[in-house]
């Protein structure tokens, strides 16, 4: 039976995960998000600092008058999400296709500024904050995707200034972007116009209702999470990383946090459950499977004086790196990649810590998540820091509880195999 599951798994489900697992497209996405989450982490960090959980402390911040400014950098850094995306998407985009990725990047910059509605004022012209943040991640995907398809399809067909060899590569390449770079921003420029002398929504509003309101259909409610939980530990148990389905939905759960982020800011009551550290530190604790569970098993049973020679190899490996929600190690060391043995909580455990955690935070017992820690962030520490509250720390431990609970039993008849395999 498991030679028939694993035949099907191989033959069926791996070629198609591979190929998406590779498409340019997707890669583009993940790295532009990446590339603006430093800044994300660096707003959380001052959000942390001005709403610190203390009695006071936010009244006493605003007393001495620092408040204002703390809050102006989050809105510097963690506001700049979709800004930043349009570059780093494109950037990706055109290196893929073997395109000076830079330049690419800054048409595509350029772009997202020109399709994004200027505020009129005294002082003349403006940006608003919120198109520049999450708001503005989902024009920020289709505008650097097509902009950068269309920039590699130019020089790629050499359609583009060439200047002579004598001319330093910097000015050179400055050149060669006019042709596509004045087509992308002409193409954009009508776009724009059209939508305005229309009296059309703009871009940012239209992008949020095509691709923002099916993400958010598939990733805001715990019914749709759990399916995106499952083809996640799909992708790693057949040996592809599961980071892909995650990636889809990187776009609705940041504009989540971000939400949160901006109603905690302004008073109001949070409303998004299911946010990026929510995913992060509550339900992939350990990594992708919630192998924390599983880590702190193998922990348990080196300890033992009769452990197999291999749990005691493998222990130091997966522990410290699991501790921090890495668990590559894990994944190919134990391994848990096409391990039947560990089919069943691989997929269980995460789906579990969704569901506690969903139910946890939407009845009040836990705040909601309005911060973002790094991904590495160690748990307890991670689930204080993003929702601001001692109870995000328990909600952990109470997770990482059942984590080892439903991985223990599997693990221990993999021992005996080890075991087994040692005394032959």
Do not use: C
Not at 29 to 56: E, Q
Not at 80 to 102: E, P, R, T
Not at 289 to 315: D, E, P, Q
Not at 373 to 380: D, F, G, R
């Amino acid at each position: 039976m498991k030679q028939k599951i694993s035949a099907f798994l191989e033959s069926k489900v791996v070629p198609i995960a591979t190929k998406l697992a590779s498409s340019s497209i997707l890669i583009a996405i993940r790295d532009g998000i990446t590339l603006a989450m430093p800044l994300i982490i660096i707003g959380s960090i001052f959000m942390v600092i001005a709403s610190f959980p203390v009695p006071g402390w936010e009244d006493y911040l605003g007393d001495v008058g620092i408040s204002s400014y703390l809050w102006k950098g989050v809105d510097s850094s963690f506001g700049l999400v979709g800004l930043i995306a349009s570059f780093g998407i494109a950037n990706s985009f055109a290196d893929q296709h073997k395109v000076d990725g830079v330049p690419a990047g800054i048409v595509s910059l350029s772009a997202f500024i020109l399709i994004t509605p200027f505020l009129s004022g005294e002082d003349g012209a403006g940006l608003p904050i919120q198109y520049l943040g999450s708001k503005g991640l989902f024009i920020a995907i289709i505008l650097s995707i097509l902009s950068a398809y269309i920039y590699q399809w130019f020089i790629n067909n050499n359609i583009q200034i060439k200047m002579p060899e004598t001319v330093p590569p910097a000015v050179s390449k400055s050149f060669s972007a006019i042709i596509p770079g004045a087509v992308i921003i002409t193409f954009w420029l009508i776009i724009f116009t059209l939508l305005e002398k229309l009296s059309l929504p703009n871009l940012h509003e239209i992008a949020a209702a095509v691709l923002g309101i099916p993400l958010n259909l598939l990733g805001s409610n715990i019914f749709g999470t759990l399916i995106i939980v499952g083809l996640n530990s799909l992708l790693w148990f057949v040996g592809v990383h599961g980071g892909l389905v995650n990636n889809l939905m990187q776009p609705a759960w940041i504009a989540n946090i971000d939400a949160n982020r901006l109603a905690y800011q302004s008073g109001e009551k949070l409303q998004h459950v299911i946010t990026q550290p929510f995913m992060d530190n509550f339900v992939y604790i350990g990594g992708s499977g919630a192998t924390i569970g599983l880590v702190l098993t193998i922990a348990y049973f080196s300890r033992k004086k009769n452990a197999s020679k291999r749990t005691k190899v493998l222990s130091p490996i997966t522990v410290v790196p699991g501790l921090f929600n890495i668990n590559e190690p894990t994944m190919f060391g134990v391994p848990v990649v096409l391990n039947f043995f560990l089919l069943v909580p691989f997929f269980l455990t995460p789906m579990l810590n969704a569901i506690v955690a969903f139910f946890a935070m939407s009845s009040g017992l836990v705040p909601l998540t309005r911060n973002v820690a790094s991904w590495t962030m160690p748990p307890i520490i991670s689930g204080f820091l993003t929702t601001g509250s001692i109870n995000g720390a328990i909600l952990q431990t109470l997770l990482i509880m059942i984590d080892i609970l439903l991985y223990y039993p599997f693990f221990r008849l993999i021992e005996k195999r080890f075991e087994v395999e040692e005394t032959k």
